[in-house]
């Protein structure tokens, strides 16, 4: 099955500074979006962004999916922003699968 | 619409007793989709349902786990007996449909087992 790997593991940052984290799939998709898991647990959506670039405030994504990756960009950041980070990918609906994650904190 | 909704938000069993846990996805989406989120393994599709029907459940560890869909608007996840390694937070999903799948996660279900 499709093989989706997350960069860096882990990523501590002071408050302010900017970020890029990278999702890199194995086989081409349909389908691929950014989640936030908060301190809470909740699975928020960030982005749904099967190739191209998109923006909603401080945290923007693109994706080349001939190259089979995906960034996010996190400007700014600010201590709400901790969590971990998921991208997960659709292979043409034969699965939905997540990478391992980007646990992120931001210190004040 | 008020998301996918999943209830209990947590539950405490003991060993070997039944678990039904419950998902009401978003109206109109087609599929539906049940993880389940674990330290050792993070997030890993259980089983997912296309138009009430399920299509794959090769993630169902074992056959203590079953899951249904019996109307468009609700689907269990069952397990029984279950047992403490069973522990985990639950998921459910649901997305639009083919041309549009992305997807939407409840807050999930807090399984623990003693």
């Known amino acids: 099955g499709i093989q989706v790997e997350q960069s860096p593991p882990d990523l501590i940052l002071q408050e302010g500074a900017n970020s890029t984290l990278r999702c890199n799939f194995s086989?081409?998709?349909?389908?691929l979006q950014w989640f936030h898991q908060n301190p809470w647990g909740q699975l928020i959506n960030l982005f749904y962004?099967?190739?191209g670039t998109k923006q909603n405030g401080r945290l923007s994504a693109t994706t080349v999916a001939t190259e089979r990756y995906s960034l996010l960009y996190i400007s700014s950041s600010q201590t709400t922003d901790s969590g971990v980070y998921f991208c997960?990918?659709?292979?043409?609906?034969?699965?939905?699968?997540f990478g391992p994650g980007t646990r992120l904190s931001v210190l004040p | 619409d008020a998301g996918v909704i999943q209830s209990p938000r947590h539950e405490v069993t003991e060993m070997g007793q039944e678990v039904t846990l419950r998902c009401k996805p978003i109206?109109?989406?087609?599929?539906l989709f049940w993880y389940r989120q674990t330290m050792m393994r993070g997030l890993e599709l259980l089983i997912y349902?296309?138009?009430?029907?399920?299509?794959?459940d090769s993630g169902m560890p074992e056959d203590r786990f079953s899951a249904k869909m019996p109307n468009a608007s609700f689907s269990t996840l069952k397990i029984q007996p279950s047992e403490p390694r069973d522990s985990a937070v639950y998921f459910c999903?649901?997305?639009?449909?083919?041309?549009?799948?992305?997807?939407?996660f409840g807050q999930g279900t807090r399984l623990t087992v003693v």
């Open positions: 999903a649901s997305t639009p449909g083919q041309m549009n799948t992305e997807a939407f």
């Open positions: 086989d081409s998709v349909n389908n």
């Open positions: 962004i099967p190739s």
């Open positions: 997960a990918v659709d292979n043409y609906g034969q699965n939905f699968v």
């Open positions: 109206s109109g989406h087609n599929s």
């Open positions: 349902f296309n138009n009430n029907v399920p299509i794959d």
